[in-house]
């Protein structure tokens, strides 16, 4: 399927949305879900779209993020996406928007936003660098770490405060 065709579907399905966050990010979800198979194998895995069809959104901080589904939704209109890649790209983008929040330093070593994370086996949160792969502690060391980061759940993010809210 062309990625224009793609994106049509994409916007009759999703676009006419005028609800909660949640709510629009479920909406994507069944969407995803049913268009998987339009992604080669790599793509889904580069992206991570299997995750992010199923992922259960109830353990994450969605009221807290900042996706603003409208704001996404303009964007892709104004600069649709020219290929398979990047469409997947941009889903896990607002996706990630959507169920992480964002710290409020920045990375040690590129000076972009990062996310926060949690390293589950270790039991903390980890700030996730947006642009290259620095991943931080809460105390602004380097982690170094090989297990795979999760987003942190509500019950971690509100734990860890001071990383994120501006107090
Ligand atoms: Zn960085």
Request: some cysteine; glycine content about 4%.
């Amino acid at each position: 399927m062309r990625v224009q065709t793609l994106l049509s579907d994409f916007f009759r399905e999703v676009s006419s949305f005028t609800g909660e966050r949640r709510e629009f990010l479920e909406v994507l979800q069944r969407w995803l879900n049913a268009k998987l198979r339009f992604w080669n194998k790599e793509t889904r895995a580069a992206w991570g779209l299997e995750w992010i069809a199923t992922a259960d959104l109830a353990p994450y901080p969605v009221e807290l993020a900042t996706l603003s589904p409208e704001v996404e939704l303009a964007q892709i209109k104004k600069y649709p996406p020219s290929s398979l890649d990047s469409f997947g790209m941009f889903i896990s983008e607002i996706f990630w928007e959507g169920i992480t929040l964002e710290a409020i330093s920045n990375c040690n070593n590129c000076g972009a936003g990062m996310r926060i994370m949690e390293a589950t086996e270790e039991d903390i949160p980890v700030l996730e660098c947006k642009q290259c792969v620095c991943c931080q502690r809460a105390n602004g060391q380097c982690w170094e770490g090989d297990e795979i980061l999760r987003p942190a759940t509500t019950q971690r993010v509100l734990a860890c405060r001071e990383l994120w809210a501006v107090c």
